[in-house]
């Protein structure tokens, strides 16, 4: 790894860690000796990076450090143009589109030499399944997540039996073969999984629920690891909780 490189993904490894990082885990991820990167951070912050720490107590990036968006490796622009892939022929129409507009813009804006990466990437996805039509704007429903607005459903489950549900959307998940949305069920007093495909009609509600989003996304995760450890089958005509492909 050139040296540039190094003093980049060290920037990376303390920007994207929650705590301070030692010299030895930054050294084990690089691959290099703990000096080496003693001498790194101490360059990094001659270079004026607001690196703050010390060695043997670990080192952290100050929060006013702005990277320029140029600054992008050719692992990371491949990782987000498959990811755009996947949504471009997986996801709803809106994140469709946004999807395919993020690689033209990554496109627009990484130097000349790192277009190939884009052009002729070295992955890819595989052919999307057709998918049933959505029984709901899964666009609203995202909005109706960030907004914490609750939705009344009309729903069939996997035997074809309907039954009305008032929900508070979670989040929304893309799998192969058919999009879910996770939400808590007031009719259940639970959380619970229900297909797009397989919702009749939504009435998109102003009223509110009262619980944050980030809350409630961790009651829903927190209740996936109960299930997993308890491991129930699913609610009848519902998606599993436990094996969602992607969750956006």
Do not use: N
């Not at 052009?119 to 429903?141: E, L, N, W, Y």
């Not at 927190?222 to 609610?235: I, T």
């Amino acid at each position: 790894m050139r040296r540039a490189d190094r003093l980049f993904q060290i920037i990376q490894i303390l920007r994207r860690s929650p705590r301070p990082v030692t010299a030895a885990e930054i050294a084990r991820e690089l691959e290099v000796s703990v000096r080496t990167v003693y001498r790194d951070v101490a360059d990094l912050v001659g270079q004026r990076v607001p690196i703050q720490g010390e060695a043997g107590l670990g080192y952290v990036l100050g929060a006013a450090f702005d990277m320029p968006p140029l600054m992008l490796t050719p692992d990371e622009i491949e990782a987000a143009v498959l990811g755009a892939q996947w949504v471009a022929g997986r996801g709803e129409p809106v994140l469709a589109k946004a999807a395919r507009d993020l690689i033209a813009k990554i496109t627009a804006v990484v130097p000349e030499r790192l277009r190939p990466f884009i052009a002729d990437p070295s992955i890819g996805t595989p052919t999307a399944f057709a998918q049933a039509a959505d029984g709901i704007d899964v666009a609203r429903a995202r909005a109706w997540i960030r907004e914490g607005r609750k939705i009344r459903i009309q729903y069939r489950d996997v035997r074809g039996d309907p039954s009305q549900r008032l929900i508070w959307p979670v989040i929304v998940g893309f799998l192969d073969e058919a999009r879910m949305v996770a939400a808590w069920c007031e009719l259940r007093g639970a959380f619970r999984h229900f297909r797009t495909d397989r919702i009749t009609d939504a009435e998109f509600l102003e009223e509110r629920h009262g619980v944050r989003p980030a809350v409630l996304r961790a009651r829903w995760k927190r209740s996936l690891s109960d299930r997993q450890a308890a491991g129930p089958s699913p609610p009848a005509g519902e998606v599993p909780g436990t094996s969602p492909a992607a969750l956006s």
